[in-house]
Antibody, heavy 120, light 111 residues
Framework: EVQMVESGGGLVQPGGSLRLSCAAS????????MSWVRQAPGKGLEWVSL???????FYADSVKGRFTISRDNSKNTLYLHMNSLRPEDTAVYYC??????????????WGQGTLVTVSS | QSVLTQPPSVSGAPGQRVTISCTGS?????????VHWYQQLPGTAPKLLIY???NRPSGVPDRFSGSKSGTSASLAFTGLQAEDEANYYC???????????FGGGTKLTVL
């Protein structure tokens, strides 16, 4: 059974850093396309980042240069390293497996999400 | 402001047919990119409902269906049920933004 569990969210001050983790089971993270999608409180979904099985990574303009997506094969885990955090980054962050291939990306499995709050 | 436009809310009585629209532009739906739909029940993660315009993942009832034409797409419910009350999001790819894009979401209320 495919399952993903996120962790690492919490309260951080503006300008701070945080690392989110997404532990997967039932499939291999490094053999899959993976993504992060976020949802601000009471708002809609926003794509954040995507990584190919080969390691190429892509980012939304809103996070480019501040966030980095990565994986650990030995732990079957996806990460999102977030630097220079801003209040507008406050959201629930979901990891999602990508079911399609370029440009038909869709998200076939989702984790339960982890809340990141950026506030002083 | 979302790249894809959805009505904020729709409603219908049990057993009725209801549709949710998703309008894009020439850089996303109009360019031929596929549309996908997600259901998000209150307090839970989104769930894939329709992929590649009109395909249902295993386990999704056939009373959910998708279609696409021109720069728009639609999600249809035939035989609305109380448990369908949720938020629904469309998603496609945008060549100008070089990434996936979502609609703003539509809240479905079952009367």
């Amino acid at each position: 059974e495919v399952q993903m569990v996120e962790s690492g969210g919490g309260l951080v001050q503006p300008g701070g850093s945080l690392r989110l983790s997404c532990a997967a089971s039932g499939f291999t993270v490094t053999s899959s396309y993976m993504s992060w999608v976020r949802q601000a409180p009471g708002k809609g979904l926003e794509w954040v980042s995507l990584i190919y099985s080969g390691g190429s990574a892509f980012y939304a303009d809103s996070v480019k240069g501040r966030f980095t997506i990565s994986r650990d094969n030995s732990k079957n885990t996806l990460y999102l390293h977030m630097n220079s955090l801003r209040p507008e980054d406050t959201a629930v962050y979901y990891c999602a497996r990508v079911g399609g291939r370029y440009p038909t990306y869709y998200f076939d499995y989702w984790g339960q999400g982890t809340l990141v709050t950026v506030s002083s | 402001q979302s790249v894809l436009t959805q009505p904020p809310s729709v409603s219908g009585a049990p057993g009725q047919r209801v549709t949710i629209s998703c309008t894009g532009s020439s850089s996303n739906i109009g360019a031929g990119y596929a549309v996908h739909w997600y259901q998000q029940l209150p307090g839970t993660a989104p769930k894939l409902l329709i992929y590649d315009n009109n395909n249902r993942p295993s386990g999704v009832p056939d009373r959910f269906s998708g279609s696409k034409s021109g720069t728009s797409a639609s999600l249809a419910f035939t035989g609305l049920q109380a448990e369908d009350e949720a938020n629904y999001y469309c998603q496609s790819y945008d060549s100008s933004l070089s990434g996936p894009v979502f609609g703003g979401g539509t809240k479905l209320t079952v009367l």
